[in-house]
């Protein structure tokens, strides 16, 4: 399976649906983002001047939370030339369950007009979150609904989105090198336990690791977007300050697939139950 990287003039919603969210492949559209009312980049500065006084959660390079920050010292410290190293990566979401967090509903509202769901993308039929006519995830809660924002050489190491669901990037600002290997590449990238580091491989642990070919290895520019379809593992790595906005969702289409996922386990998930109880 492939693949595919192309033109926002040459994707539309049913080449999309039968192409890749249906069949479950890749997809990155150039030049998605032009039609937003705050065309992409957006400015780092301008971002600082609207939320700089707003706390938000940082975490490593995956998604264990590590401190709390306001917006102005995050981008203070860990952009520009203060970049030293691994920065910490600013993933500031929308609410997402019952728990106290810095959660960016505020800074979403405020931006609802600035940006829009790329058109190819369904306007209806989500089972996840449940939504009845039509639908935009810039003004209505998606699950990981959130706010990226990292200095370069900022990194999300490989890993695969849960939720049995699928997922768009939208990338805002700077560019980000995306990776991905198809599901099956599993068998030598993931143990019960973990994922391979690409940069950092535990040689010992995955001793097959290399065996597994990236489907996708590209570079995301202000105005790209990549949708991701569930189970494909994936990893970024910013090659410049670099925002991106982003939310996972399950489409009609993918009911069978979502209802076992609730079956084996998944329906006990704080965010799956959060979610599913919204009306």
Known sequence: MTAVSLSADSVGAD????????????????GALRSWSAEPPWSLDTLTDRFGDHPVPLYDTLFSL???SRFADYITAHTGPAVTGIPPYLRWFTKQSRDRMPWADAAFAELATDW????????ADYIFPRTTGSVDAARQPFPARGLFICGTGGRTRLHVDPW???ACLCQVTGSKRF????PEAGAVLADPRSTVDLDRPDEARFPRWREAEPVLDEVLHPGDAIFIPAGWFHAATAL???????WNFVHRVHEQRFADYLRTGGAA???????????
């Open 269 to 279: 998930n704080p965010i799956v139950a959060y979610f599913r109880a919204l009306r």
């Open 116 to 123: 829009t769901m790329p058109s190819w993308l369904p306007d």
């Open 164 to 166: 049995a669901s699928d």
């Open 15 to 30: 080449r999309f649906f039968e192409d890749h969210l249906r069949l479950n492949r890749p997809l990155i559209v150039r």
């Open 66 to 68: 590590q401190r709390v």
């Open 179 to 182: 990776v991905m290997y198809p």
């Open 240 to 246: 410049s300050d670099s925002v991106s906005l982003t």
